[in-house]
């Protein structure tokens, strides 16, 4: 299928799944182009700097495309270690953004730890399950040390408190090890607890606050203008949207101030208004195709890590957009998370391209070995 | 296989653990699948189903219509010139939900409109009290640099409006004060009586609060305008969209004469009193003072505290429309309606009554006011001998002239006067004394009645269309809007009757009688009137309240009167709070206003040395009054009355 003349390094690269990350965020370009403060459209503060956030992480993920999976094997857990010193750093002296204690400031940057956390533990859990031996996984020594490995992290996380990237680490886990062949009963039964225990839960252990927020999210418009008012006003911009939207710059719901966090959390509600269902069916096939890649990638893998590996950062970039997009269109209760790719901010953007670059790397690998046999 | 979990099974291999992943994947897409399209078809179901609605939603975020508060109909005189008008203004005001940080707010917008402490203390307790109900008045009447200044600031300024709309201004000021009354904005009960009508709560809108302009506010109020605007969230405007213009209310014409109305508020000088002339052939109200008044505008804007503390400390009470709200005896004044009772009882206008000085009824003695010797009617009247009305009143009884006087309009309600209110005093008669008091009615009050005192108080509006009925014989009503109408019918009383009153008050001014120092200063026009003094305390005799006593003791100075004898055209009333009496206060005021109506440049030049003498006209006055009032002592009394001549 390469034509002769391309090098083959270049040609190893996966040309359609680059194609569908680059249109993705070119599409959040768009939509932050309009959604400058004010009304009006412009490059600044949004769009050009998304953009060339963007360029810089996907050469990254390009460089990481070239390092050999074994390697990510081999270094995980001296990453593992360094990410988990700068969560306590940001224990320390951490920076408060969004409401919680998650920020580190470099000086020249400013990370979240724990968004570095989500590819290194989905590695973490690969390389571990990769060398359970078969017999061996269905027994609790296959749990345990998973467990303590991302309950350590994640813990630290809550305590931040963030709870978003907690909830998003721990759904990672639970798909991994699924996929690592613990036992369906495990699932199931977890599955049941969790349904039998939410009513308790609800009544007894939530603060009437959170209480609130639950049923807000059951109605949103029973609160309108207080807890409710991100998921109206997010619905009215998609519902307004209709089939074609109201074109481009012509939204106004986020550029008259209404929609709230049009920039980030809710920036596909600012998009569909403008492109309507048309442009928001479209972006959602884009994360769909680029899923549908990346297990793809996963089912081809040579090794059990690399297929792990694989499957557990197509389930990051999956629950990311996933939730994100429940939760602007009113499936999920409103916790903050953007959309990947899309939203204005680096951390998760730099998060999906970590794990865009693995799965690269995997593909590369994959294809080399067809290649060779 | 002790340490395996969940039991069953063969033990897990590479290959069945591969088979497992692959499942398992599958699984997984398929569950991801799912996710996707249970989002679209979300996403479908919003923007197709519920397109509509969420379409009028986000239109309602967007376009927020505004009321553009109708201009007020004017209120113009008999002749088309105008009383109340609009004037252009700009005013700042607060929408308390639009507010962000008030006290930076607030701060800010002391600095910029330089508002005193004592405003932002206002502001401040408006926010709090009508958390949301209303906007919250900040300033009026803007100058440029002030409207530049706040223009600018605006979208800076979440929750403050700049409106460029239009303000009530009163032209003739004080001397309307109680005709017209004022507007101001519209308090919770006027809101809530109106089903909450939106008009009301838009800022700027003010409504009708006294005389006229509250009486006829649904008339004068016009249709409001829409504006339909595009803002943001934070109610910032991003651009107009489109604009319904108001429709002004349709002017409101009067039977005033505003000249004559300015003119005998000014006649009326320092006095504490009341002037009111009526066309006695229509009814049509030519002038309605009540001096002293506030000054309309200054209510308009909202009257500052110390402001109205000074107004309602005032012995001379410029709150209250004396035309209409007080009520005084009206002693001799009363005595043409007992003349014309006289007259239908047939008593002979010539018999006469010998007056030595008083009138003995058993033990006790009443008064008069001379020694006038043998009386008749015309006599009586002329020189108002109070011995002729009490024997006379005596023969005839209460019941006949207090029936008399009441179809004279004496104690009557105007029910179609528009009006806020009118007290309208009592004519007494045995049967309502008996209700009052549970007593008998006593041969004494008889006595006192006849000659305007004992029970007997009246208003002012009350005399003036006594008097017009007596002149034009007809049953005048008084009228303050300007329409046609029927001419009012002819009392059923003998002319004769008619003739010998007037022919009495024509002798009162020109001829032998109390008041000839009021002679208008016209060859062909002869002025008839009847002057009174009325008892404040009552003194025995000839102590009574004259000059020297303090002012408040002093007796009420009235007169009543029509003009021109012989074709009477108009009628009317004065009355002079503690005047001393009618020839000496009321008469004159009447004199002048008459000779306006006749001539008014020579009206004029007896009036300007008048008001030299009393330190300016009414503007300087009462600026000055104000000063003396903010100057004083704290604590101190309030300032004395006036000094009459």
């Not at chain 2, 992943?21 to 179901?45: D, E, I, K, P």
């Not at chain 2, 009496?581 to 007896?606: E, H, I, N, S």
Request: proline share 7%.
């Amino acid at each position: 299928m390469a034509l002769a003349f391309v090098p083959r390094p270049i040609a190893f690269l996966p040309w359609k799944a680059l194609l569908i990350v680059v249109m993705i965020a070119a599409i959040g370009m768009v939509g932050l182009y309009s959604t400058r403060p004010g009304g009006g459209g412009g490059l600044m503060p949004y769009a050009l700097p998304h953009a060339m956030r963007f360029s810089i992480f996907l050469v990254m993920a390009l460089a990481m495309s070239f390092v050999r999976p074994e390697r990510y094997s081999e270094f995980v857990f001296v990453a593992y270690a360094g990410v988990i010193v700068l969560l306590f750093a940001v224990m320390v002296i951490g920076e408060v953004g969004g409401g919680a204690r998650s920020w580190l400031n470099f000086g020249f940057i400013r990370i979240q730890p724990s968004e570095l956390m989500k590819p290194v533990l989905v590695i973490v859990l690969a390389r571990f399950y990769a060398g359970v031996p078969p017999r061996e996984v269905k027994r609790w020594s296959a749990i345990w040390p998973a467990v303590l490995l991302v309950g350590f992290p994640t813990l630290i996380i809550l305590a931040q408190p963030d709870l978003g990237t907690a909830m998003l680490i721990t759904c990672c886990t639970i798909v991994m090890m699924f996929l690592a062949g613990l036992s369906l009963w495990l699932f199931i039964g977890g599955l049941l607890t969790v349904g039998a225990a939410m009513p308790i839960v609800f009544s007894f252990l939530l603060m009437p606050h959170q209480r609130d927020r639950v049923l807000i999210f059951l109605n949103p418009e029973s609160d309108p203008l207080g807890a409710g008012y991100h998921l109206t006003q997010s619905k009215i911009a998609i519902g307004s949207g209709g089939l074609f939207g109201k074109g481009f710059l012509n939204g106004t719901q986020a550029s008259g101030d209404f929609l709230p966090e049009p920039h980030t959390d809710f920036i596909f509600a600012a998009i569909a208004e403008e492109w309507g269902l048309v442009g928001g069916l479209f972006l959602i096939l884009l994360f769909a195709l680029l899923l549908r890649w990346g297990m793809k990638v996963s089912r081809h893998a040579r090794s059990r890590f690399e297929k792990l590996a694989a499957a557990g950062m197509t389930a990051t970039i999956f629950f990311y957009a996933a939730i994100n997009l429940l939760m602007v269109m009113g499936l999920a209760p409103v916790v903050g998370i953007p959309l990947p790719l899309v939203s204005y901010g680096g951390s998760a953007m730099m998060t999906v391209m970590i794990c865009f670059g693995v799965l690269m790397a995997i593909d590369r690998n994959t294809r080399k070995d067809e290649r060779r046999r | 296989m002790r340490r395996k979990l969940f039991g069953g099974g063969p033990p897990m291999t590479e290959g069945n653990l591969a088979q497992s992943f692959s499942r398992r994947a599958f699984l997984l897409n398929t569950a991801q699948t799912g996710v996707a399209v249970l989002l679209a078809a979300r996403m479908g179901y919003i923007a197709i189903a519920e397109n509509e609605r969420y379409l009028g939603l986000a239109e309602s975020n967007r376009v927020h219509t505004r009321l553009i508060p109708p201009r007020r109909g004017w209120i113009v005189d008999r002749h088309g010139q105008p009383m109340a008008i609009n004037r252009a203004d700009v005013r700042v005001d607060l929408i308390p939900d639009f507010i962000e940080d008030r006290d930076k707010l607030l701060a800010d917008l002391a600095r910029i409109l330089a508002l005193p402490p004592e405003e932002i203390q206002r502001i401040r307790a408006e926010l709090d009290r009508d958390q949301g109900f209303q906007p919250v008045p900040v300033a009026e009447h803007l100058n440029a640099q002030q409207y530049n200044m706040i223009k600018v600031r605006e979208p800076d300024l979440p929750g403050v409006s700049v409106l460029e709309g239009f303000a009530r201004y009163y032209p003739e000021g004080a001397a309307v004060g109680h005709l017209l009354g004022y507007v101001g904005t519209p308090n919770r009960r006027e809101y809530d009586a109106e089903n909450r009508n939106p008009l009301l709560i838009t800022p700027g809108y003010k409504v009708g609060k006294e005389g006229l302009e509250r009486v006829m506010e649904q008339r004068l109020r016009g249709r409001p305008g829409q504006a339909r605007v595009e803002v943001t969230a934070r109610g910032q405007l991003v651009r107009q969209l489109q604009t319904l213009p108001d429709v002004a209310g349709t002017p409101l014409r009067t039977t005033i004469d505003a000249g004559l109305q300015s003119f005998a508020a000014r006649r009326l000088g320092e006095e504490s009193g009341s002037c009111v002339v009526l066309d006695c052939q229509s009814g049509d109200i030519l002038c309605m003072a009540s001096m002293p008044a506030y000054d309309p505008n200054a209510f308009s804007d909202g009257i500052s505290h110390p402001e109205w503390e000074m107004l309602s400390t005032d012995p001379r009470h410029p709150l209250i429309n004396k035309t209409l709200n007080a009520l005084y005896p009206p002693g001799s004044t009363f005595k043409p309606a007992v003349a014309m009772a006289l007259m239908e009882a047939g008593v002979d206008p010539d018999e006469t009554v010998n007056c030595p000085g008083g009138y003995q009824l058993g033990s006790r003695r009443f008064g008069c006011l001379g020694t006038h010797g043998p009386m008749n009617m015309h006599r009586a009247i002329a020189k108002s001998c109070n011995t002729y009305f009490y024997t006379m009143g005596r023969r005839i009884g209460i019941d006949r002239f207090a029936a008399m006087s009441r179809r004279l309009g004496l104690g009557q309600r105007f029910n179609e006067l528009p009006v806020v209110s009118q007290s309208y005093g009592t004519i007494p008669d045995p049967a309502w004394k008996q209700r009052r008091y549970r007593q008998e009615w006593s041969q004494a009050d008889t006595l006192n009645a006849a000659i305007g005192q004992g029970y007997v108080i009246l208003n002012p509006l009350q005399l003036a269309v006594m008097a017009a009925r007596i002149a034009s014989g007809r049953d005048v009503q008084p009228r303050l809007v300007l329409e046609r109408h029927a001419q009012p019918a002819i009392l059923p009383f003998n002319p004769v009757s008619f003739e010998a009153v007037r022919s009495g008050m024509d002798e009162v001014v020109n001829g032998n009688g109390t008041a000839g120092a009021s002679r208008l200063p016209f060859p062909d026009i002869r002025m008839a009137g009847k002057t009174g003094t009325a008892q404040v305390r009552n003194i025995v005799d000839a102590n009574r309240g004259r000059a020297g006593t303090a002012w408040r003791y002093r007796d009420h100075g009235l007169f009543v009167f029509f003009a021109p004898v012989g074709a009477p055209r108009y009628a009317g009333a004065v009355v002079i709070e503690h005047g001393l009496g009618g020839a000496r206060a009321a008469a004159p005021v009447a004199c002048d206003v008459m000779t306006y109506l006749f001539d008014k440049d020579r009206a004029m030049q007896r009036l300007l040395p008048l008001e030299q003498s009393w330190g300016g006209n009414v503007v300087e006055r009462s600026a000055r009054r104000a000063a003396q009032w903010t100057n004083r002592a704290p604590g101190s009394p309030p300032p004395p009355p006036p000094v009459p001549l």
